[in-house]
């Protein structure tokens, strides 16, 4: 800049420090450097360290949704790049290199998130007594995978977490299922003494009387309660409880079926729901393994029982059942 428009800027802008010598300006100049090298140090050490903070954050709410970990550089980094540019009105580059959200990174945290949790949990289990809780189920690929649940004291009140969930790569027998948990319980330090109580399925896997997953624990823990599943016994109680009920539900899934299963009846209940301005346009499907879904299933039936009704009649005469009902 020319010298004369430095001398310009100091009388107008600076008229305070115009009459200073240069000695004195050189001295501002070191003081200015030594402070602002300070403060970049430290203001890029807070940034960086508050972007890893709200990238672990971020990273929990993507876990908790369910959603694929490109979201966060796909949406939440163009959503905060957006409303920084235009709500405040800032450059939103410097918070946009704070916070490493790209798909490797979500997933990396999630994976420390996970393993920080399960250190903690095993720790917990380590020095306190504990029930358990195993079911395995197979899934639609044909996998099997076992699930364990644990119940301790955590201070005063009682805790409930998922152990593991993990794949039988073999068969589904007493043996490979007791292995499976007392593997896992070994790796991570847990003595199985702990389990005060363990709570199973009727299958003859879990509570047979030679070779079952509870007789083998016994062995190894002679003290150990082992129980059935009460959701099990309530599920084994309403099949034999009441015929007449067993019958509506028979015939309320049939209603389903009769509309589920074909997609040209699908769409046209789909239109009939929109032009009864129902709450929701869709059925239910009940599924004899996922038992738990019977309720669920139950329950929109009857919020959408006229337009099932009104659809039944059209299309068939199944409706004289309900409309009996």
């Not at 008229?15 to 200015?32: C, I, R, T, W």
């Not at 908790?64 to 920084?84: D, R």
């Not at 798909?103 to 996970?114: G, L, Q």
């Not at 015939?251 to 997609?263: D, E, G, L, S």
């Amino acid at each position: 800049m020319k010298p004369s428009r430095l001398k310009e800027h100091l009388s107008k802008i600076h008229p305070d420090k115009a009459s200073k010598d240069a000695a004195y300006f050189q001295v501002l100049k070191d003081q200015l450097a030594k402070q602002s090298i300070a403060k970049v140090f430290a203001r890029k050490a807070n940034q960086a360290e508050s972007g890893l903070v709200a990238s672990y954050n971020i990273s929990l709410l993507i876990a908790k949704s369910g959603l694929a970990f490109t979201v966060g550089e796909k949406l939440v980094i163009p959503a905060i790049k957006e409303a920084i540019s235009t709500v405040m009105e800032r450059d939103p580059s410097p918070v946009m290199q704070a916070i490493p959200l790209s798909n490797d990174s979500v997933a990396r945290r999630i994976k420390e998130m996970a393993l920080d949790t399960e250190q903690q949990l095993c720790a917990t289990l380590r020095q306190h007594s504990f029930s358990v809780q195993l079911d395995e189920t197979t899934t639609r690929d044909n996998n099997v995978l076992l699930m364990a649940y644990v119940r301790y004291m955590s201070e005063r009140d009682v805790a409930e977490d998922v152990l593991f969930a993990k794949y039988l790569s073999t068969d589904t027998r007493g043996e490979t299922i007791f292995r499976a948990l007392s593997d896992y319980l070994q790796e991570n330090s847990i003595p199985i003494g702990n389990i005060l109580a363990c709570a199973t399925d009727g299958a003859p896997a879990m509570v047979g009387r030679y070779r079952g997953f509870a007789t083998l624990l016994k062995e190894r823990v002679p003290h150990v309660l082992t129980v059935h599943c009460m959701l099990h016994r309530h599920n084994l109680v309403a099949k034999n409880l009441s015929p007449s009920l067993h019958q509506s539900l028979n015939t309320a899934v049939k209603a389903i079926n009769k509309i589920k299963a074909h997609a040209l009846n699908d769409r046209i209940f789909r239109q009939l729901c929109g032009e009864n301005d129902e709450a929701f346009q869709r059925l239910l499907l009940h599924t004899e393994v996922r038992w738990l879904s019977k309720g669920n299933c139950l329950g929109r039936l009857c919020e959408l029982f006229t337009t099932v009704l009104e659809f039944l009649a059209v299309t068939s005469s199944t409706w004289q059942i309900f409309s009996g009902r």
